[in-house]
């Protein structure tokens, strides 16, 4: 954790952080604010400036929903691992920090009831679409925080996790696809939490996988190549 932080305070750490990816979270909303047209005016012949217009009408009118998803479906990851790594900031200044796995498991069974797991007598429909903002981010954010003061990683549980959650979410998708004739998204499914922890895992055990590859190199280039 302290090879994270780099002698920083995590007040500025987050700051830092949540800069640069606000900075293409705006970029990236305004880029595409003339290009996809809200929901329900897509099949209107619209050229790039009235879709603009649209799109920032449509700030005005419902702002918490596009502050949580950006004018494009792929703009939810900067606004979700915001208010993530804002959650542990708050945790860690209250010195409540082992609670931060358990909040954002809450959360996360929170989405599950609500997508997948909403088929149960104790799940429920909402809306809003869950796994963006806090909901889903948070417990992935706090396994991050935690391996970061972790020294010591192997390859073997790295596997072990990652194979255990391919094998619960293939379980978890049979069961919904012949019980419920539906097929979730693996993001809404428990074997998602594993797999994702193995990959964790994983690269923290073989921190030199791509040495002497281009993919270094391009590694800062990551988030403007997802947008």
């Avoid at 594993?194 to 002497?212: D, E, Q, S, T, Y």
Wanted: proline residues 5%; contains cysteine; aromatic residues 20%.
């Amino acid at each position: 954790r302290h090879g994270i932080l780099k002698g920083e305070t995590i007040s500025s750490r987050l700051s830092n952080y949540c800069k640069r990816l606000m900075r293409l979270f705006v970029f990236w909303f305004f880029f595409y604010s003339f290009i996809f047209p809200p929901d329900g005016t897509k099949h209107m012949q619209l050229n790039p400036w009235e879709i603009f217009y649209l799109n920032m009408q449509n700030t005005i009118d419902h702002p918490f929903v596009t502050l949580m998803t950006g004018s494009a479906i792929n703009l939810w990851f900067f606004p979700a691992v915001i208010t993530g790594v804002m959650i542990v900031s708050v945790f860690h200044k209250l010195k409540i920090e082992k609670l931060l796995i358990p909040f954002g498991f809450i959360l996360y069974i929170l989405v599950l009831l609500s997508q997948s797991y909403s088929v149960f007598p104790w799940g429920y429909q909402v809306d809003f679409e869950m796994r963006n903002g806090p909901f889903v981010s948070t417990l992935f954010v706090s396994f991050g925080w935690f391996l970061a003061g972790k020294n010591q990683f192997r390859l073997r549980t790295a596997i072990t996790l990652i194979v255990a959650g391919f094998l619960m979410e293939y379980a978890e998708i049979f069961y919904f696809f012949t019980q419920h004739n539906i097929k979730p998204p693996h993001q809404y499914l428990l074997g998602y939490i594993f797999v994702n922890l193995g990959v964790f895992w994983l690269m923290l055990a073989r921190p030199n996988i791509g040495k002497g590859t281009v993919f270094p190199k391009w590694g800062k280039l990551t988030l403007g190549v997802y947008c």
